[in-house]
C-alpha cells in the first residue's frame, strides 16, 4: 500500500506553467489546497533562483527552493541556504566540449547569468522567463564560482547527443541532463533533482517515500525514482512517461493541477 503523500516536489518549466511561462488560476489553487491538506509543496527547476522568485508570492512559499537543478538552495527571501559549485578544471572542460559541438554556452555564476552573444537563439526568451537580462562577456576564462553551465542549440538532435558525450567525457565529475530539448545543463555531480529530494526530505522531516514528484523532461527523472509517487506531464516525451508511476494532462492543459487533484489530494478536496 502506497504510503500517504505528504510533501509535493514540481519542476517549473513545462510542468508548473504553460508553454508561456503563464501560472495558471487552477494551478494556483491546486497548490492552495495541498496547503489545506497539510501537504507541503516545494519547487525545483533549472532556473536561477532569481528567475524563480515570481512564483513565491503567488504560490505562498516556505519550503527551500531548488534552483539549478539543486546546484543553488536559497530561502523564498532568496538568501542562500547551500550552494554546489563546478570545479574550475571542470568548468573549462565542460566549455571546451560545448564549443567543439558548436553549442552556444552561457554560465552562471553567484547571482550573474554571462553570455558572450546577447543575440544568440534563446536569450530573450530565457531573459523574458527568468525576469532579468544576461552579462555580456568575451571571454568565461576568468570565471569563478560556477554553478552552472548551459548549452543551447536549436538542433535538438545536437544537444541530445552533446548530453551523452558530457556524461561520458567528464563523468562523476558533474550531472549533464536537459531541462528543454534545446538546453544541455552541467552541474555539480550532487545538483540533480533526485538529490532535491534527499534534501527536503531531511529539511522537512518527511521520508522520501511520501514524496510526489511531478516533471516532464529527462532531468526530472532522478527526482522520479527517489519518490514514492511520480507523475510525468502529458507533454513530456515517451521515454519520461514510462519513467514515471503516473502520467497527467499536458502543461497546457492544466496537466499539473489535474495531477495534483486525482493523484494526491485526498478524496473529496478537490473543487
Do not use: C
Amino acid at each position: 500500500m502506497q504510503s500517504p503523500i505528504r510533501a509535493v516536489l514540481a519542476d517549473v518549466d513545462g510542468t508548473l506553467v504553460t508553454q508561456e511561462k503563464v501560472l495558471t488560476d487552477r494551478a494556483t489553487e491546486a497548490v492552495a489546497r495541498l496547503r489545506e491538506a497539510g501537504i507541503e509543496f516545494a519547487v525545483t527547476s533549472g532556473r536561477p533562483p532569481r528567475g524563480m522568485s515570481m512564483l513565491i508570492g503567488p504560490l505562498a512559499l516556505t519550503t527551500p527552493i531548488a534552483a539549478f537543478n539543486g546546484g543553488v538552495i536559497v530561502r523564498p527571501d532568496m538568501s542562500v541556504i547551500e550552494q554546489k559549485t563546478i570545479s574550475g578544471s571542470v568548468v573549462s572542460a565542460a566549455i571546451e566540449l560545448l564549443n567543439s559541438s558548436e553549442l552556444d554556452v552561457w554560465v552562471y555564476s553567484g547571482a550573474d547569468w554571462l553570455v558572450r552573444d546577447g543575440k544568440a537563439p534563446h536569450v530573450d526568451r530565457e531573459a523574458e522567463t527568468v525576469g532579468f537580462a544576461p552579462t555580456i562577456v568575451d571571454s568565461y576564462d576568468s570565471v569563478k564560482d560556477v554553478a552552472k553551465i548551459v548549452g543551447v542549440s536549436d538542433d535538438l538532435a545536437l544537444v541530445a547527443a552533446t548530453t551523452q558525450r558530457a556524461r561520458e567525457r567528464l563523468g562523476d565529475d558533474v550531472s549533464a541532463a536537459q531541462s528543454q530539448p534545446y538546453y544541455l545543463d552541467i552541474t555539480h555531480p550532487r545538483a540533480n533533482k533526485g538529490e532535491v529530494v534527499a534534501y527536503l526530505s531531511a529539511q522537512l522531516g518527511i521520508p522520501a517515500e511520501q514524496f510526489a514528484t511531478i516533471g516532464d523532461m529527462p532531468n526530472d527523472v532522478l527526482m522520479f525514482a527517489r519518490s514514492g509517487l511520480s507523475i510525468a506531464m502529458g507533454n513530456a516525451d515517451r521515454e519520461v512517461q514510462r519513467a514515471a508511476r503516473r502520467v497527467s494532462a499536458s502543461n497546457e492543459d492544466d496537466g499539473f493541477a489535474k495531477a495534483m487533484e486525482s493523484f494526491v489530494l485526498p478524496a473529496g478536496s478537490a473543487s
